[in-house]
């Protein structure tokens, strides 16, 4: 079935330092995956995503890796800030038609100055 | 673009009576998605719709939740009677067709008491 595990669920560094969340997906056929950062009380809203005609993606401090034979991408934070303290959500588009995305269950990251 | 709007963004109601939660899509976008997120349950996809049409609502957890979208411009989620395990925030979020980033909108936090 459709699914979508995310891991870790909590997340603690120091400023400065990298993050890195992992998720692994259960539709072979999925080809679009974004990733979104819900800060307290905020809607979730995309920060980058990736198709799966392409490996790697990058914007400033955020990169996206895709491995599409292990069925697995993660999300790699450099530098972290305190700003980046949210809740982040991958997810993978099913491959069913549509738009409909499954979402893991969610990493709550923390950056301690 | 004023981006997805909700309607009301605050709803406190007593169990048994009736909710309607409203959402206006952004112009141009042809799929429609409400979600509901708790702490215990995370991000859930309840019902979505293409070119108005529901598509999946395999996510409505129970015969007390029905949706409609009667024109491109505007879809709404009741829930009939409510009930106090009904209390989380619901998302309504709009996109293009295809791979595409769905956009969410500000939520309703509804509170059954």
């Known amino acids: 079935g459709e699914n979508v595990e995310q891991h870790p669920s909590t997340l603690s560094v120091q400023e400065g330092d990298s993050a890195v969340i992992k998720c692994t997906y259960s539709d072979s056929a999925s080809n679009y995956f974004p990733w979104y950062k819900q800060e307290l009380g905020k809607r979730p809203q995309l920060i980058i995503d990736?198709?799966?005609?392409?490996g790697e993606k990058k914007d400033q401090r955020i990169a996206v890796t895709l491995n599409k034979t292990a069925k697995h991408f993660s999300l790699h934070i450099t530098e972290t800030q305190p700003e980046d303290s949210a809740v982040y959500f991958c997810a993978a588009r099913f491959s069913g038609g549509y738009n409909k995305l499954i979402f893991g269950a969610g990493t709550r990251l923390a950056v301690h100055p | 673009d004023a981006g997805v709007i909700q309607s009301p963004r605050h709803e406190v109601t007593e169990m048994g009576q009736e909710v309607t939660l409203r959402c206006k899509p952004i112009?141009?976008?042809?799929?429609l998605f409400w979600y509901r997120q708790t702490m215990m349950r995370g991000l859930e996809l309840l019902i979505y719709?293409?070119?108005?049409?529901?598509?999946?609502d395999s996510g409505m957890p129970e015969d007390r939740f029905s949706a409609k979208m009667p024109n491109a411009s505007f879809s709404t989620l009741k829930i009939q009677p409510s009930e106090p395990r009904d209390s989380a925030v619901y998302f309504c979020?709009?996109?293009?067709?295809?791979?595409?980033?769905?956009?969410f909108g500000p939520g309703t936090r509804l509170t059954v008491t």
């Open positions: 979020a709009s996109s293009l067709e295809g791979p595409y980033e769905q956009y």
């Open positions: 719709f293409n070119n108005n049409v529901p598509i999946d």
């Open positions: 112009s141009g976008h042809n799929s």
């Open positions: 990736i198709r799966s005609n392409v």
